[in-house]
Protein backbone atom coordinates (compact mmCIF):
# COMPACT_ATOMS: atom_id res chain seq x y z
CA UNK A 1 0.00 0.00 0.00
CA UNK A 2 1.26 3.32 -0.78
CA UNK A 3 1.65 6.11 1.80
CA UNK A 4 2.28 9.89 1.97
CA UNK A 5 3.80 11.55 5.37
CA UNK A 6 4.19 15.26 5.48
CA UNK A 7 6.30 15.40 9.12
CA UNK A 8 5.72 19.45 8.98
CA UNK A 9 1.98 19.66 11.23
CA UNK A 10 2.39 23.29 10.71
CA UNK A 11 4.77 26.55 9.61
CA UNK A 12 5.03 29.85 9.67
CA UNK A 13 7.28 33.01 7.54
CA UNK A 14 7.35 36.26 6.65
CA UNK A 15 6.24 37.29 3.59
CA UNK A 16 8.43 37.12 0.49
CA UNK A 17 10.67 34.55 2.30
CA UNK A 18 11.09 31.17 0.62
CA UNK A 19 9.38 28.37 1.77
CA UNK A 20 10.02 24.54 1.57
CA UNK A 21 7.05 22.24 3.01
CA UNK A 22 8.53 18.37 2.97
CA UNK A 23 6.86 15.40 1.92
CA UNK A 24 7.70 11.44 1.73
CA UNK A 25 5.97 8.34 0.08
CA UNK A 26 6.66 5.08 -0.10
CA UNK A 27 5.73 3.30 -2.93
CA UNK A 28 7.10 -0.22 -5.27
CA UNK A 29 5.41 1.27 -8.08
CA UNK A 30 7.76 2.77 -10.54
CA UNK A 31 5.24 4.98 -11.88
CA UNK A 32 2.91 6.85 -10.58
CA UNK A 33 1.78 11.26 -10.40
CA UNK A 34 2.76 13.13 -7.29
CA UNK A 35 0.78 16.69 -6.37
CA UNK A 36 0.43 19.32 -3.91
CA UNK A 37 -2.97 20.70 -3.41
CA UNK A 38 -3.44 23.85 -1.44
CA UNK A 39 -6.72 24.82 1.15
CA UNK A 40 -6.86 27.86 2.01
CA UNK A 41 -9.50 29.15 4.79
CA UNK A 42 -12.16 28.83 2.23
CA UNK A 43 -11.67 25.12 2.27
CA UNK A 44 -11.76 25.07 -1.49
CA UNK A 45 -9.36 22.32 -2.85
CA UNK A 46 -6.70 23.68 -5.35
CA UNK A 47 -3.88 22.01 -7.71
CA UNK A 48 -0.92 23.58 -7.23
CA UNK A 49 1.41 21.26 -8.23
CA UNK A 50 2.33 17.85 -10.66
CA UNK A 51 5.21 15.83 -11.24
CA UNK A 52 4.72 12.80 -13.10
CA UNK A 53 7.38 10.57 -11.67
CA UNK A 54 9.44 9.01 -15.06
CA UNK A 55 10.10 12.95 -16.02
CA UNK A 56 13.64 13.99 -14.16
CA UNK A 57 13.12 17.74 -14.63
CA UNK A 58 10.97 19.48 -11.32
CA UNK A 59 7.79 21.03 -12.00
CA UNK A 60 7.17 24.52 -11.94
CA UNK A 61 4.55 27.14 -11.92
CA UNK A 62 5.46 30.65 -11.35
CA UNK A 63 6.43 30.84 -7.85
CA UNK A 64 5.72 27.22 -7.06
CA UNK A 65 8.38 24.59 -7.58
CA UNK A 66 9.27 21.58 -6.32
CA UNK A 67 12.60 18.84 -5.48
CA UNK A 68 11.42 15.72 -6.78
CA UNK A 69 13.78 12.52 -5.63
CA UNK A 70 12.85 9.93 -6.62
CA UNK A 71 15.44 7.66 -5.82
CA UNK A 72 14.80 9.35 -1.79
CA UNK A 73 10.80 9.24 -2.52
CA UNK A 74 10.59 12.71 -1.69
CA UNK A 75 8.76 15.07 -2.74
CA UNK A 76 9.24 18.92 -1.63
CA UNK A 77 7.24 22.06 -2.26
CA UNK A 78 9.15 25.42 -2.37
CA UNK A 79 6.92 28.35 -2.49
CA UNK A 80 9.09 31.62 -3.57
CA UNK A 81 7.78 35.08 -2.50
CA UNK A 82 5.54 33.96 -0.29
CA UNK A 83 2.55 35.75 -0.31
CA UNK A 84 -0.24 36.30 1.91
CA UNK A 85 -2.74 34.35 -0.02
CA UNK A 86 -0.19 31.38 0.13
CA UNK A 87 -1.94 31.38 3.65
CA UNK A 88 -3.19 27.78 3.47
CA UNK A 89 -3.18 23.75 4.89
CA UNK A 90 -0.75 21.88 1.82
CA UNK A 91 -1.46 18.42 1.13
CA UNK A 92 1.28 16.50 -0.78
CA UNK A 93 -0.91 13.50 -2.61
CA UNK A 94 -0.02 10.27 -4.85
CA UNK A 95 -1.44 8.46 -7.69
CA UNK A 96 -0.03 5.18 -9.34
CA UNK A 97 0.18 5.13 -13.25
CA UNK A 98 -2.41 2.63 -13.35
CA UNK A 99 -4.78 0.69 -10.98
CA UNK A 100 -7.05 2.57 -7.90
CA UNK A 101 -8.89 5.44 -9.18
CA UNK A 102 -7.83 7.52 -5.58
CA UNK A 103 -4.88 10.24 -5.00
CA UNK A 104 -3.48 8.97 -1.12
CA UNK A 105 -3.46 11.99 0.47
CA UNK A 106 -0.26 13.09 3.29
CA UNK A 107 -1.43 14.56 6.69
CA UNK A 108 -1.24 18.38 5.61
CA UNK A 109 1.10 21.24 6.39
CA UNK A 110 -0.77 24.19 7.69
CA UNK A 111 1.23 27.73 6.59
CA UNK A 112 1.12 30.87 7.74
CA UNK A 113 2.15 33.69 6.26
CA UNK A 114 2.71 36.60 8.60
CA UNK A 115 2.64 40.07 7.06
CA UNK B 1 -19.16 28.54 -14.18
CA UNK B 2 -17.77 24.98 -14.01
CA UNK B 3 -18.17 23.96 -10.47
CA UNK B 4 -18.89 20.88 -8.13
CA UNK B 5 -21.53 21.35 -5.53
CA UNK B 6 -22.07 20.22 -2.73
CA UNK B 7 -24.99 20.41 0.11
CA UNK B 8 -25.33 20.87 2.96
CA UNK B 9 -22.29 22.88 3.31
CA UNK B 10 -23.11 22.03 7.36
CA UNK B 11 -25.16 19.92 9.32
CA UNK B 12 -25.92 18.49 12.89
CA UNK B 13 -27.47 15.59 13.28
CA UNK B 14 -27.46 12.60 16.12
CA UNK B 15 -26.85 9.46 15.94
CA UNK B 16 -28.69 6.97 13.78
CA UNK B 17 -31.02 10.06 11.71
CA UNK B 18 -30.04 9.00 8.22
CA UNK B 19 -28.79 11.69 5.90
CA UNK B 20 -27.47 12.88 2.34
CA UNK B 21 -25.11 15.01 1.37
CA UNK B 22 -25.94 15.39 -1.91
CA UNK B 23 -22.81 16.44 -4.60
CA UNK B 24 -23.52 17.74 -8.20
CA UNK B 25 -21.04 19.02 -10.86
CA UNK B 26 -21.81 20.89 -14.34
CA UNK B 27 -18.75 19.73 -16.18
CA UNK B 28 -19.96 16.29 -17.73
CA UNK B 29 -17.46 14.89 -15.86
CA UNK B 30 -17.44 10.85 -16.26
CA UNK B 31 -15.09 10.20 -13.17
CA UNK B 32 -16.55 11.11 -9.70
CA UNK B 33 -15.58 10.69 -5.68
CA UNK B 34 -16.12 11.16 -2.23
CA UNK B 35 -13.32 11.48 0.36
CA UNK B 36 -13.56 12.48 4.16
CA UNK B 37 -11.23 14.87 5.69
CA UNK B 38 -9.85 14.28 9.13
CA UNK B 39 -7.02 15.96 11.54
CA UNK B 40 -3.99 14.02 11.20
CA UNK B 41 -5.08 11.94 8.71
CA UNK B 42 -5.59 14.09 5.52
CA UNK B 43 -8.37 13.17 3.20
CA UNK B 44 -8.98 9.53 2.51
CA UNK B 45 -11.45 8.18 -0.43
CA UNK B 46 -14.50 6.51 0.81
CA UNK B 47 -16.21 5.73 -2.89
CA UNK B 48 -15.65 6.34 -6.70
CA UNK B 49 -17.75 6.13 -9.71
CA UNK B 50 -16.54 6.22 -12.92
CA UNK B 51 -19.38 6.30 -14.79
CA UNK B 52 -23.37 6.25 -14.55
CA UNK B 53 -23.94 3.18 -12.44
CA UNK B 54 -20.88 2.02 -11.89
CA UNK B 55 -19.33 2.72 -8.06
CA UNK B 56 -16.88 1.06 -6.09
CA UNK B 57 -15.14 1.05 -2.52
CA UNK B 58 -12.17 3.27 -1.78
CA UNK B 59 -10.55 2.74 1.16
CA UNK B 60 -12.94 3.75 4.27
CA UNK B 61 -16.72 2.94 2.39
CA UNK B 62 -17.97 1.63 6.10
CA UNK B 63 -20.99 3.33 6.68
CA UNK B 64 -21.18 4.95 3.49
CA UNK B 65 -23.44 3.88 0.42
CA UNK B 66 -23.49 6.05 -2.91
CA UNK B 67 -25.22 5.89 -5.98
CA UNK B 68 -24.82 7.61 -9.44
CA UNK B 69 -28.12 7.11 -11.54
CA UNK B 70 -27.18 10.39 -13.78
CA UNK B 71 -23.95 11.54 -15.10
CA UNK B 72 -24.37 14.72 -12.90
CA UNK B 73 -25.07 13.71 -9.29
CA UNK B 74 -22.93 11.03 -7.04
CA UNK B 75 -25.06 11.97 -3.69
CA UNK B 76 -23.10 10.01 -0.36
CA UNK B 77 -25.50 8.24 1.99
CA UNK B 78 -25.45 7.38 5.75
CA UNK B 79 -28.04 5.41 6.32
CA UNK B 80 -27.47 5.36 10.26
CA UNK B 81 -24.23 7.92 11.16
CA UNK B 82 -22.39 7.41 14.17
CA UNK B 83 -20.22 9.81 16.18
CA UNK B 84 -17.06 8.51 14.12
CA UNK B 85 -18.59 9.87 10.90
CA UNK B 86 -17.96 13.74 12.25
CA UNK B 87 -16.03 14.86 9.37
CA UNK B 88 -15.53 17.38 6.69
CA UNK B 89 -16.52 16.08 3.61
CA UNK B 90 -15.41 16.38 0.07
CA UNK B 91 -17.04 15.51 -3.40
CA UNK B 92 -14.73 15.37 -6.68
CA UNK B 93 -14.80 15.24 -10.41
CA UNK B 94 -12.91 14.77 -13.57
CA UNK B 95 -12.80 13.76 -16.90
CA UNK B 96 -11.78 9.98 -17.21
CA UNK B 97 -8.66 10.67 -18.61
CA UNK B 98 -7.76 13.71 -16.02
CA UNK B 99 -8.63 11.20 -13.13
CA UNK B 100 -5.88 9.15 -14.84
CA UNK B 101 -3.53 11.95 -14.09
CA UNK B 102 -4.84 12.73 -10.65
CA UNK B 103 -6.36 16.54 -11.51
CA UNK B 104 -9.67 16.58 -9.31
CA UNK B 105 -12.21 19.36 -9.06
CA UNK B 106 -13.26 19.71 -5.79
CA UNK B 107 -16.20 20.78 -3.77
CA UNK B 108 -16.32 23.41 -1.03
CA UNK B 109 -16.65 20.84 1.04
CA UNK B 110 -19.65 19.64 3.99
CA UNK B 111 -18.91 19.78 7.41
CA UNK B 112 -21.22 17.48 9.52
CA UNK B 113 -21.15 16.72 12.85
CA UNK B 114 -23.36 13.83 14.33
CA UNK B 115 -23.96 13.79 18.38
Known amino acids: AQTVTQSQPEMSVQEAETVTLSCTYDTSESNYYLFWYKQPPSRQMILVIRQEAYKQQNATENRFSVNFQKAAKSFSLKISDSQLGDTAMYFCAFRVYQGAQKLVFGQGTRLTINP | EAQVTQNPRYLITVTGKKLTVTCSQNMNHEYMSWYRQDPGLGLRQIYYSMNVEVTDKGDVPEGYKVSRKEKRNFPLILESPSPNQTSLYFC??????????????FGEGSRLTVL
Open chain 2, 92 to 105: ASSTRQAANTGELF
